[in-house]
T-cell receptor, first 116, second 114 residues
Framework: DTEVTQTPKHLVMGMTNKKSLKCEQHMGHRAMYWYKQKAKKPPELMFVYSYEKLSINESVPSRFSPECPNSSLLNLHLHALQPEDSALYLC???????????????FGQGTRLTVV | SQQGEEDPQALSIQEGENATMNCSYKTSINNLQWYRQNSGRGLVHLILIRSNEREKHSGRLRVTLDTSKKSSSLLITASRAADTASYFCATARLSIQGAQKLVFGQGTRLTINP
């Protein structure tokens, strides 16, 4: 299984809603990532988890709250978002931090989020 | 913050021709990777070149890396309509916690005309 699965594929939410994005991989990878991508722009790194611990937060607003409950699962909790947060949210994983220094990242198909 | 600049931003060629995309970056890197993205969905890894390598091949892909100029190029030979996509370079640095931090360039939108 070389897939990263993201759910839902599409999400429309109001500015007062609370929702969560889910990402799952069963490749035994121990680094997991959230990226945000606006139309016609490159992916921008948001968070990196290394061995289930948050290791990088790229100064992301607190209305985005990541969670890594186990080595296979990564969530992104959303609360009080703004219309400008509408984007494609991509999850990725890569093998073992520290030990695998030159590895590709495996990306999910993304969740297309629209905030109304 | 985005590190890479890609050139050109858009490229349109005839099927069968070769396509060359360039990427420049600003800081030291552990490796540089190229990804393809179709229609704004997930990214697919194409090739990785380490900082101590100068050239790498994979099928119809050829990647070069010049660390003195902080630049890389991706060559796709004998292009096909299915190669139509956006192509991104991504520089990789290791964080203190050991995870690889990938930062993407602006991307090149490649269109292959039949």
């Amino acid at each position: 299984d070389t897939e990263v699965t993201q759910t839902p594929k599409h999400l429309v939410m109001g500015m007062t809603n609370k929702k969560s994005l889910k990402c799952e991989q069963h490749m035994g990878h121990r680094a997991m990532y959230w990226y945000k991508q606006k139309a016609k722009k490159p992916p921008e790194l948001m968070f990196v988890y290394s061995y289930e611990k948050l290791s990088i937060n790229e100064s992301v607003p607190s209305r985005f709250s990541p969670e890594c409950p186990n080595s296979s699962l990564l969530n992104l909790h959303l609360h009080a978002l703004q219309p400008e947060d509408s984007a494609l949210y991509l999850c990725a994983s890569s093998p073992r931090p520290y030990r695998d220094r030159n590895t590709e990242a495996f990306f999910g198909q993304g969740t297309r989020l629209t905030v109304v | 913050s985005q590190q890479g600049e890609e050139d050109p931003q858009a490229l349109s060629i005839q099927e069968g021709e070769n396509a060359t995309m360039n990427c420049s970056y600003k800081t030291s890197i552990n490796n540089l990777q190229w990804y393809r993205q179709n229609s704004g969905r997930g990214l697919v890894h194409l090739i990785l070149i380490r900082s101590n390598e100068r050239e790498k091949h994979s099928g119809r892909l050829r990647v070069t890396l010049d660390t003195s100029k902080k630049s890389s190029s991706l060559l796709i030979t004998a292009s096909r309509a299915a190669d139509t996509a956006s192509y991104f370079c991504a520089t990789a640095r290791l964080s203190i916690q050991g995870a690889q931090k990938l930062v993407f360039g602006q991307g090149t939108r490649l269109t292959i005309n039949p």
